[in-house]
């Protein structure tokens, strides 16, 4: 049998079954991966991103066209062995939240080439902001100052004697330093990823789907400042519910907070839309 034989294209055509069978086990260790980390806030968007993904593939099961190339089925074989290669690893770091992509894009390589990759947009799109915007962010930038400033304008608005220099807050009975992973940007990505998930599952007029994405951009930044703003009183007066806040089972609050205001407003939005195709249809008819 010839090399080129074992990525014929004419294999996984034939066989969605197989196709499906890798992109499952791919995912299943993506999640074994994340919740070994552990990273439970991660772990529970994951779930929720991937049930969003598979609802969408199910729903065009039928539609789908497998017609991949020796040249794309190599390139997505490379990627899955890439996935696997980094699941043996001690140290994912960065590379942890980029695998869920990178197993659905060779996965879509395998099936449909380069050329039928369009049919799977949905689903890439939603896993891509699942994790590669986290990635660049912890990479390239850095809102611990931002954070720091916004934390304190809330307490100077509230009353506290506040004092902010950088990234430390000083308030007469402590202080805090706002490091980068307290920044909220986690917080920020999760709740734009949401957005996204919205956006594709639940679509609205185009003219507004930039703001909902700015929208939900703020609204984890001042999720996120109420939070800080509240472990800065908290670390002076009440040591363990600032523990709990900070890193513990109550610190994920806030990111559920977030996603269920983003839930009612864009929930809103959809109503608005809603009833302005219904006065159009009524005036028509008329």
Known sequence: ???????????????????????????????????????????????????ATGSI??????????????????????????????STTQNLEHTLRLL?????????????????????????????????????ADLFLDISPLSAKFASLLLWYLGFEVTNIGVNIYLPTGSIKVVHN????????????????????????????FFVAIFAILLGFVINGGRIAMLAIMEGTNKAAFDSWHGGQASYSYG????????????????????QVENIENSSNS
């Open 1 to 51: 049998m010839k090399i080129t034989d074992l990525v014929s294209p004419k294999l996984f055509k034939t066989e969605p079954f197989w196709l499906l069978s890798i992109a499952a086990g791919l995912e299943a260790i993506c999640l074994t991966l994340v919740w070994k980390a552990p990273d439970i806030g991660h772990l529970g968007m994951s779930i929720l991103f991937l049930f």
């Open 57 to 86: 593939l199910w729903d065009k099961r039928h539609t789908l066209r497998f017609e991949s190339d020796v040249f794309s089925s190599i390139v997505g074989l490379l990627l899955i062995i890439w996935v696997l290669w980094q």
């Open 100 to 136: 869920s992509f990178t197993s659905a894009l060779g996965v879509g390589l395998l099936a449909s080439g380069f050329k039928g990759l369009k049919q799977y947009w949905e689903e890439l799109t939603i896993l891509f902001f699942l994790g590669i915007p986290s990635v660049l």
């Open 182 to 209: 307290c920044s909220g940007i986690d917080t920020i990505n999760y709740i734009l990823g949401i957005s996204v998930i919205a956006l594709v599952m639940f679509p609205i007029a185009k003219s507004k789907r």
């Open 256 to 275: 559920v907070l977030g996603i269920l205001i983003f839930g009612i407003v864009y929930m809103f939005l959809l109503k608005q839309e809603e009833k």
